[in-house]
Each structure stands twice: as C-alpha cells, then as structure tokens.
T-cell receptor
Framework: DSGVTQTPKHLITATGQRVTLRCSPR?????VYWYQQSLDQGLQFLIQ???????AKGNILERFSAQQFPDLHSELNLSSLELGDSALYFC???????????????FGEGSRLTVL | AQKVTQAQTEISVVEKEDVTLDCVYE???????LFWYKQPPSGELVFLIR??????QNEISGRYSWNFQKSTSSFNFTITASQVVDSAVYFC????????????????FGKGTRLSVIA
C-alpha cells in the first residue's frame, strides 16, 4: 500500500460527459502528480501541483483540468469525454522538502475510466 | 528533451531463468535520476529503485540487480532466477530536476516491458 488513495477505482461513462477523479496523497507529501496510462501512449505526465499551486504541465488537454485543495487532496476533471480518453489515470505524490523534490513518486492504484 | 527507450516490448522466460530488461535514456542534463517501477497485473505502480547520475555503482537487492552505464546511457535491470510473481510490466523512468518549481516534467517514462515468467 503506497498510502496514496484514488477514487473511484472504476468509472464507466458516455461520450460528452464529465467526470471527476479524486486523489489523496500520502500524509505529509506536498506534491501531487497526475499521469494517464493508455495502451498506445504509455504513461503520460499530465500535471503537477505543489502545496496547492500548479508547478508543471505536461500533455494535458484543454478539456481536462485539475486542482489541489488546502488539505492537499487533488481532483482531476475530465470534460466532453471522448472514446480516446479511456485510460488508467494515476495520481502520485512525492516527498518534497521545501522546494526540493526527492523524485520518488508513490502511485495510487489508479482510476480506470471507460468512455462508451 | 528527455527520452526513455525500452526496446523490448514483451519478454517471456521460463521460471528460474535470468532476464535482463534494457533501458536507454537521453538527456542533456548532467544531473538526473533514473528509476525502475513495476506494474503487476493488479495495476498499481511499485517503486523499485532510484539512481542518481553521479553514482554508477551497480546495485543488488535480492534477486534484482541494476547496471548503470553513463557511457552508453543505459540503466538495465536484471532479475536472477525469475519467478512467476515477477510477471509484470516494468517501466524505466528519468527525471532531470528535483526543483519543485522548476516546471520540468517530473518523470518521463519508457513505454514499458511486459515480462511473463512461465512456470
């Protein structure tokens, strides 16, 4: 158990819909990362938050957005869903001391999104 | 730009055989970290090892060993006497900065190697 909690574990929805994925990082971890894993693209970095602020952005679509709340949990919002958005979405957190991140990411079990 | 290449998409071995998973990376930075993660059939990603660019010593942990060679930009992973429980997808990853506010991509992953160990 990595200590990172993601909900829901599975989600099935229709095209055009909007979903929210939730992540609770390990206790004490200030950085939260979102990754998308699809069969053809592998693990793609989406976005990173540190202590409530966006710190790095990867291949995140404009239809997707995220935020990190004061209690450090994070949500990834996916809207106007398309078939190609079906994937496993991982949240990870890391030990960050001040402005230095040790780099070891602890991953949650992922949220499997199926868009029909 | 950073890039991680795992040329072996799938490997199948018989139990007790040794197997090496290859990882080749590209980065312009002199300071970087390399990682291996394991993704078993259950789906979660499990951290295996982190190695910084200044430490080229090989590391051994039980049946697992890692060979880091800067000269060839490789960070290969060997499992000795493989077991069925080793069946998983293994990812190699690279990070070039640990400044949280640097804006750099935290971890770049290879596409993974699926290892099947047959009893």
């Amino acid at each position: 158990d990595s200590g990172v909690t993601q909900t829901p574990k599975h989600l099935i929805t229709a095209t055009g819909q909007r979903v929210t994925l939730r992540c609770s990082p390990r206790s004490g971890d200030l950085s939260v990362y979102w990754y998308q894993q699809s069969l053809d693209q592998g693990l793609q970095f989406l976005i990173q938050y540190y202590n409530g602020e966006e710190r790095a952005k990867g291949n995140i679509l404009e239809r997707f957005s995220a935020q990190q709340f004061p209690d450090l949990h994070s949500e990834l919002n996916l809207s106007s869903l398309e078939l190609g958005d079906s994937a496993l979405y991982f949240c990870a957190s890391s030990v960050a001391t001040g402005f230095v991140d040790t780099g070891e990411l602890f991953f949650g079990e992922g949220s499997r999104l199926t868009v029909l | 730009a950073q890039k991680v290449t795992q040329a072996q998409t799938e490997i199948s071995v018989v139990e007790k055989e040794d197997v090496t998973l290859d990882c080749v990376y590209e980065t312009r930075d002199t300071t970087y970290y390399l990682f291996w993660y394991k993704q078993p059939p259950s789906g979660e990603l499990v951290f295996l090892i982190r190695r910084n660019s200044f430490d080229e010593q090989n590391e051994i942990s039980g049946r697992y060993s890692w060979n880091f060679q800067k000269s060839t930009s490789s960070f290969n992973f060997t499992i000795t006497a493989s077991q069925v429980v080793d069946s998983a997808v293994y990812f190699c990853a690279l990070s070039d900065s640990f400044l949280v506010n640097s804006g750099n991509t935290p971890l770049v992953f290879g596409k993974g190697t699926r290892l099947s160990v047959i009893a």
